[in-house]
């Protein structure tokens, strides 16, 4: 028998999740001159883009943000297809396969030492301050150890087992926003095979009937699973495809390991459904097949983590500027995916108005050496139906980058950061803050 022993690795900046928000986390401090670490428990990055087959890229924040780079790289090769227009800001193709191989590229060229396969199993710290991360990898446990550590797993693993304090789901009754698991539909014909955005979105049928109508009658006689209000269609980078964003379980906890399994069998036997759906009703589905399906639950809401900072409810409905913002005029619709039914919580999605995430709302209360990103990051249960979409997971995750480096430069407390220092680590890579209008 073989035996040795994993040494201990040390880091400046050490991300734990590999999605949208953690491969802007890592890539941004990695650019900021941090030896940094990514730790993804699956085999590729990108999270929800990738393996959660998530598509458009939903929300804006203000110019020059990772975002920005993200989309002018997977749209490299696709320059003749136009990109959308919508209610809801651009809809942005992605081709996923191509997106795995690309955010890898990108993350590996930023200096950034990729842990793949490797879940973080326990955070290690010294009193109050998390220290690093306790890893599984092929070669056994390994310790992690970092001067600031990003909590990027989206449900917020990390901090929690840090002794942070959080909140799940709506405030009244702590019920949380469905799961979903998207997949991609081909064998269309394009000429006349409709899209839809969402449930307000007004296709019509050849026979004036509103598609958003039928979908409704067919939830109703039980010919779409109970709760799917609207099948959503989006398009791709390539014709005769569309992304399918339609299933919907309500009620798990998938935090735990049975409700996960649950939701994994319920959502998978949703496709044939649904399949069988545009089939028998819509132009130009009669020959659909499903192309390929997410490898990982589409997941809108776990903890969100009690940060110094938090985003209300009020902050997203009137468009607050803070003087310690980290992203600059945030914007999508408060899209409270009903946690108890089908459709939408408040009747329909609801508005806001671009506001500022300040950098507060990343610092865990209690916890030193530790910073969130992602949708897990502080917030009210409707402020966080705005912020939970990846093109601010993005811009949170390049801020949660760009504060760890400093502080790990500067050898202080997360929560003690000059919030000047950490805006000019962010106007140099390219971010906006602020208009030329505003106030400094």
Not at 43 to 54: K, R
Not at 323 to 338: C, S, T
């Amino acid at each position: 028998m073989i035996s040795a022993t994993v040494p201990s690795l040390q880091y400046d900046v050490l991300v734990v999740g590999g999605g949208p928000a953690g491969v802007g986390a890592a890539v941004s401090a990695a650019r900021m001159g941090a030896h940094t670490a990514l730790l993804e428990r699956s085999g590729l990055l990108g999270g929800m883009l990738t393996a959660g087959q998530v598509q458009p890229i939903l929300g804006n924040v203000a110019p020059g943000s990772f975002y920005d780079e993200i989309v002018a790289l997977l749209a490299e090769g696709h320059e003749d297809v136009p990109l959308l227009s919508t209610r809801n800001g651009r809809e942005i193709h992605v081709d996923v396969e191509e997106a795995k191989e690309r955010l890898l590229r990108l993350t590996h060229e930023s200096g950034v030492e990729i842990f793949l396969h490797t879940p973080a199993v326990e955070v290690l710290k010294d009193g109050c301050r998390v220290t690093g991360v306790l890893a599984g990898t092929a070669l056994g446990l390994q310790e992690l150890h970092a001067s600031v550590v990003i909590d990027a797993t989206g449900d917020g693993f990390a901090a929690m087992r840090a002794g942070a304090q959080y909140h799940i789901g709506r405030e009244q009754d702590g019920r949380c926003q469905p799961v979903t698991i998207e997949f991609l539909v081909d064998h269309l014909d394009e000429s006349r095979a409709l899209s839809c955005f969402g449930g307000s979105d007004p296709v019509t049928l050849p026979d004036g009937k509103k598609y958003s109508q039928l979908c409704r009658e067919c939830c109703e006689r039980g010919e779409l699973p109970q709760n799917v209000s609207i099948v959503r269609l989006h398009k791709t980078f390539y014709p005769g495809e569309r992304n399918v964003n339609a299933t919907q379980a309500n009620g798990l906890d998938i935090l735990t390991p049975k409700d996960e399994v649950t939701a994994e069998l319920t959502l998978r036997a949703q496709i044939d459904k649904i399949i069988a759906f545009l089939r028998k009703y819509v132009p130009g589905y009669e020959n659909c097949r499903v192309k390929s399906s997410a490898a990982t639950l589409g997941v809108r809401e776990t903890r969100r983590i009690e940060g110094l900072r938090r985003i209300e409810d009020i902050d997203v409905e009137t468009g607050t500027r803070c003087h310690d913002v980290v992203v600059h005029k945030a914007w999508f619709l408060i899209d409270i995916h009903n946690p108890a039914g089908g459709g939408q919580a408040e009747g329909h999605s609801q508005p806001a108005i671009p506001y500022d995430i300040p950098y507060g709302a990343l610092v865990p209360r209690g916890v030193d050496g530790m910073l969130t990103a992602g949708r897990c990051i502080s917030g009210s249960h409707r402020a966080h139906a705005s912020y939970r979409v990846m093109n601010i997971a993005m811009a949170v995750g390049q801020a949660a980058g760009c504060m760890a480096s400093e502080a790990a430069e500067q050898k202080c407390k997360v929560s003690e950061l000059s919030a000047e220092a950490v805006r000019r680590r962010l106007t140099d890579q390219g971010c906006t803050l602020r208009g030329k209008t505003e106030n400094k």
